[in-house]
């Protein structure tokens, strides 16, 4: 399987796209993937890769040839901060030593972006989100910074 982000997935999206609309089949296409035909070609084709890559593994979702991992430390240190997640209420629910977490916020050399540590941080700052219910703020911030979490 390919990256979400390799020039293969972008190509057959591509392609998708170019037949749907020469075919007059975007609202076909819009109705099995649920996204929302009368989007410019450029954000129908990234539902649509959204839409495939849907629940599949962080390996096939990062694009680690372009992460940045200062900006990707930098967004996790504000949203940890943003919704008042402790170094401990991490490291109980990951089971991990305390100093990962920190390596974490202070931006440390071995933080692996895909990791399931990084995978559990994402989780937990997801479920503040939803328990503060602070999706106004979220969609504010993802349309300043590239998204954390692809």
């Not at 982000?5 to 796209?17: D, E, F, L, P, R």
């Not at 989100?129 to 590239?146: A, L």
Request: proline letters at 3%; one cysteine or more.
């Amino acid at each position: 399987m390919y990256n979400k982000h390799s020039n293969a997935t972008q190509k057959i999206v591509n392609g998708i796209y170019l037949y749907a609309k020469d075919n007059k089949r975007i609202k076909t296409v819009s109705k099995i993937t649920g996204v929302d035909s009368k989007l410019s070609a450029n954000d129908f084709k990234s539902g649509i890769i959204d839409w495939l890559y849907e629940g599949m593994p962080s390996k096939y979702l990062v694009d680690k040839k372009n992460l940045d991992k200062g900006i990707y430390l930098s967004k996790v240190s504000v949203l940890l901060e943003r919704y008042n997640i402790s170094n401990a209420e991490i490291t109980q629910k990951l089971k991990c030593d305390p100093s990962v977490i920190s390596r974490y916020r202070n931006g440390g050399k071995d933080v692996n972006p895909t990791s399931k540590v990084s995978i559990g941080i994402a989780n937990k700052i997801w479920d503040r989100i939803v328990e503060t219910e602070d999706y106004k703020y979220i969609c504010k911030v993802s349309r300043i910074m590239i998204p954390m979490f692809i």
